[in-house]
């Protein structure tokens, strides 16, 4: 079973609506990542999280929110969705215990706002 | 502030060529490097990493020198096969100031039989 799971893995919706993409992992790791990824132009964090009670945002966090609901769980949400959050989303987890950072990513959610 | 840049793809190449894909970066601190390899219609996986000036990374024949001097990271393989093809992302992670991870734009690699 894969250690990084994301539902769903694609998605098509409309402008305005509310949605949310879910992550978990099965990793043990403290620190949870949400990341999007457009043609071009690598791969943007959107937000943060060390622990259950660290939420932090990232390079373009405006028109997303998070929720961390346990270690395992952390949640993206798009409040009213519009055509340029069109993208491929990507969780990640990390252990800093190593000292470098490793990051493990899932197999991405593909997102279409029309 | 702190960046990475890798070369534009795509790269194409034929099956047993050598490969090169370039990677500079900026950082105010002393940041680990890694490349990451994602397959199509899959994520992001740790390729190999280094975390000190002079480590070289190595893994499926794919190598990578941290070299402070000159503030690169590039990536090498002797001879690709085609199931390299894939798109290959450098990156840097620092943890001076607060938590920071900088993708490059990612480089595109077809190797053809």
Known sequence: ?114 | GDSVTQMEGPVTLSEEAFLTINCTYTATGYPSLFWYVQYPGEGLQLLLKATKADDKGSNKGFEATYRKETTSFHLEKGSVQVSDSAVYFCALSLNTGGFKTIFGAGTRLFVKA
Request: hydrophobic share 30%; with cysteine.
């Open chain 1, 1 to 114: 079973d894969a250690d990084v799971t994301q539902t769903p893995r694609n998605r098509i919706t409309k402008t305005g609506k509310r949605i949310m993409l879910e992550c978990s992992q099965t990793k043990g790791h403290d620190r949870m990542y949400w990341y999007r990824q457009d043609p071009g132009l690598g791969l943007r964090l959107i937000y943060y999280s060390f622990d259950v009670k660290d939420i932090n945002k990232g390079e373009i966090s405006d028109g997303y929110s998070v929720s961390r609901q346990a270690q395992a769980k952390f949640s993206l949400s798009l409040e009213s969705a519009i055509p340029n959050q069109t993208a491929l989303y990507f969780c990640a987890t990390s252990d800093a215990r190593g000292g470098s950072e490793t990051q493990y990513f899932g197999p991405g959610t593909r997102l279409l706002v029309l």
